[in-house]
């Protein structure tokens, strides 16, 4: 049995540690993620190491911690929030970001969203293009592994 791998604290699914380490987890081309994700309009690029992905997550508190960038990005600490914190909002503390902006300066990402199940956490992206004023994060699937079977990584 594998050890648990923890990114922001959390666990991530034992199918992605498989598709890493397994170097299955990759990117499936612009058209498919632009089918899933009709208004992403920026592209992507899939963090294929556990590394990667606990490096760049570290901006989820960052921005979240900012009180000029929580706003606008979206992101806030469910643990200090005065309320439960739902979409369009991603909770910092609950997230790991997965695919992050292929052109420096986009800021946006694909995260898996823990508040719905630690075991299988559904996937989330940011939104920039419905208003471009504020970022606003929206469900991709409902769970990690159905992601995985969308883009036939398997």
Same mark, same amino acid.
């Given at each position: 049995? &594998? +050890?648990?791998? $923890?990114? %922001?604290?959390?666990? #991530?699914?034992?199918?992605?540690?498989?598709?890493?380490?397994? !170097?299955?987890?990759? $990117? *499936? !081309?612009?058209?498919?993620?632009?089918?899933?994700?009709?208004?992403?309009?920026?592209?992507?690029?899939?963090?294929?190491?556990?590394?990667?992905?606990?490096?760049?997550?570290?901006?989820?508190?960052?921005?979240?911690?900012? *009180?000029? @960038? @929580?706003? #606008? =990005?979206?992101?806030?600490?469910? @643990?200090?929030?005065?309320?439960?914190? &739902? #979409?369009?909002?991603?909770?910092?503390?609950?997230?790991? #970001?997965?695919?992050? %902006?292929?052109?420096?300066?986009?800021?946006?990402?694909?995260?898996?969203?823990?508040?719905?199940? /630690?075991?299988? *956490?559904?996937?989330?992206? @940011?939104? =920039?293009?419905?208003? *471009? +004023?504020?970022?606003?994060?929206?469900?991709?699937? /409902?769970?990690?592994?159905?992601?995985? &079977?969308?883009?036939?990584?398997?």
């Amino acid at each position: 049995m &594998e +050890k648990a791998v $923890h990114v %922001n604290g959390l666990v #991530l699914p034992a199918l992605l540690i498989e598709l890493v380490n397994g !170097g299955r987890w990759r $990117h *499936p !081309g612009d058209d498919v993620l632009r089918d899933l994700m009709p208004w992403f309009e920026s592209p992507l690029d899939f963090l294929t190491s556990t590394e990667g992905m606990r490096r760049e997550s570290r901006s989820l508190t960052l921005l979240a911690d900012d *009180p000029p @960038s @929580s706003p #606008l =990005f979206r992101q806030t600490r469910g @643990s200090i929030a005065t309320a439960s914190v &739902e #979409l369009p909002w991603l909770d910092a503390e609950q997230a790991v #970001l997965i695919a992050v %902006n292929r052109i420096p300066g986009d800021d946006v990402a694909m995260a898996l969203d823990y508040r719905t199940d /630690p075991a299988d *956490p559904q996937v989330v992206a @940011s939104d =920039f293009w419905t208003d *471009p +004023k504020q970022c606003s994060w929206q469900a991709v699937t /409902p769970t990690f592994s159905q992601l995985v &079977e969308v883009l036939r990584l398997l």
